[in-house]
Nanobody, 124 residues
Framework: QVQLVESGGGLVQPGGSLRLSCLAS????????MGWFRQVPGKEREFVAA????????YYADSAKGRFTISRDNGKGELYLQMNSLQPEDSAIYYC?????????????????WGQGTRVTVSA
């Protein structure tokens, strides 16, 4: 019934760029705040970026600000994360997530639905 599918991950050199996509099969996509999180094995899931369902307002973790851009295409039901100037510490599995609310959320516990993740590896 509900499915979020990430794509676009892969291996990239330090300083390189990747564009992640999330195809969302979910009701009322355009009214939901959406987010990107990342996780390294053995560590907690980390907030990366969020975007509101109301006006497209964006919020970024300090680690992402200035390098990453979150966006959405409500007509296509897609969420994006453009990642530039990637560094090894950005390596993780990146997850697309959906909330039931309009306003942006920063905690993983506030998201109802999750994709399967796409792996990003930054290495020379």
């Amino acid at each position: 019934q509900v499915q979020l599918v990430e794509s676009g991950g892969g291996l990239v050199q330090p300083g390189g760029s990747l564009r992640l996509s999330c195809l969302a099969s979910i009701r009322n996509f355009g009214s939901r705040a959406m987010g990107w999180f990342r996780q390294v094995p053995g560590k907690e899931r980390e907030f990366v970026a969020a975007i509101s369902g109301a006006d497209g307002s964006q919020y970024y973790a300090d680690s992402a600000k200035g390098r990453f851009t979150i966006s959405r295409d409500n007509g296509k039901g897609e969420l994006y994360l453009q990642m530039n100037s990637l560094q090894p510490e950005d390596s993780a599995i990146y997850y697309c997530a959906a909330t039931p609310a309009v306003g942006m959320k920063r905690s993983p516990n506030q998201y109802n639905y999750w994709g399967q993740g796409t792996r990003v590896t930054v290495s020379a």
